[in-house]
């Protein structure tokens, strides 16, 4: 059964850190591309960020370009986001997603993990 699982969510100070990981199983994971989209309260799915099989290539939503590093361990089939200074815009629901999706539809993300949930308030 492929399926991912998201941890490391939370509650935190704005300014604060925060490193989510997706675990996947049930398929070659190093074969696909990974995505992080986020939803916050009452808004549609965000993109966040991407990076290809090997890790190599990553990219940013402008929001969180230079605070966000978004990475990948293959050996340990595992996906990451670690966040920094994070802001209380960045208050949502985060889903890691197998593949690429920056389309309104998310249609080019195959696969997704249940949602883990991020607060940043004071």
């Known amino acids: 059964q492929a399926q991912f699982v998201e941890s490391g969510g939370g509650s935190v100070q704005p300014g604060g850190s925060l490193r989510l990981s997706c675990a996947a199983s049930g398929f070659i994971f190093s074969a696909y591309s990974m995505t992080w989209v986020r939803q916050g309260p009452g808004k549609g799915l965000e993109w966040v960020s991407d990076?290809?099989?090997?890790?190599?290539?990553?990219f940013y939503a402008d929001s969180v370009k230079g605070r966000f590093t978004m990475s990948r361990d293959n050996a340990k089939n595992t996906l990451y986001l670690q966040m920094s200074d994070l802001k209380p815009e960045d208050t949502a629901v985060y889903f890691c997603?197998?593949?690429?999706?920056?389309?309104?539809?998310?249609?080019?993300?195959?696969?997704w993990g249940q949602g883990i949930q991020v607060t940043v308030s004071s």
């Open positions: 997603a197998r593949g690429v999706c920056r389309r309104n539809t998310f249609d080019g993300c195959d696969l």
């Open positions: 990076i290809n099989g090997g890790g190599g290539s990553r």
